[in-house]
C-alpha cells in the first residue's frame, strides 16, 4: 500500500510540474506563425511582417511589403536601384536587416533603425508588437495596424 500511496504522489507532482501547477505566465508566447499587416498602403505598397515562434523565442521572420497585385517590394528590381541610389539602402536589405535583428535580440526595443530607411523601421516596430501580442495570445488572426496618415 505505501508503495501505491508514494506512485501515486509522484505521478501527481509529475503532472504539477507539466502543468506549472496549472499557470502559464501570461506574457510568453505560444508557439505557432504570427501575422501582422498595415491597413493600408502606401507609397503603393503595404508592409507586414510574418514571425514564427518556438518555445517562446522568436525563431524565423519574414518583414517585407506587396502592391495591391501580391507583388514582393524586395523582388522589384527597378525600385531596389533607385532606393539604393536614394536612400543608401534598398528593400531586399534593410528588411533583412530588421529581422535578423529582431532575431538575435529577441527584443524589439534594442533594434536599430537602419538609416534610409527610417519609416519602414517605425512600422517594423509596430508590426513585430502587433505580431508579438498575437502569439502572447495564441491568436493566428492577422493583425491589422493603422496607419498614421489614416
Not at 534593410?94 to 538609416?115: A, F, M, N, P, W
Request: glycine fraction near 8%; include cysteine.
Amino acid at each position: 500500500m505505501r508503495k501505491k500511496s508514494l506512485i501515486i504522489l509522484l505521478f501527481v507532482v509529475f503532472c504539477l510540474y507539466l502543468t506549472g501547477c496549472g499557470s502559464e505566465n501570461p506574457e510568453s508566447m505560444k508557439s505557432g506563425y504570427y501575422t501582422a499587416e498595415m491597413s493600408g498602403y502606401s507609397h503603393g505598397w503595404k508592409e507586414y511582417v510574418c514571425i514564427l515562434v518556438k518555445n517562446d523565442s522568436i525563431i524565423s521572420i519574414e518583414f517585407n511589403a506587396k502592391d495591391p497585385s501580391g507583388f514582393i517590394k524586395a523582388w522589384d528590381n527597378a525600385y531596389m536601384r533607385d532606393m539604393k541610389t536614394e536612400a543608401g539602402t534598398y528593400p531586399n536589405e534593410y528588411t533583412r536587416l530588421y529581422g535578423s535583428s529582431l532575431i538575435t535580440t529577441q527584443d524589439i526595443e534594442k533594434v536599430d533603425t537602419v538609416s534610409g530607411a527610417t519609416h519602414s523601421g517605425g512600422n517594423f516596430y509596430k508590426l513585430v508588437y502587433a505580431a508579438v501580442e498575437q502569439a502572447k495570445e495564441g491568436n493566428p488572426d492577422v493583425a491589422v495596424v493603422v496607419a498614421e496618415e489614416e
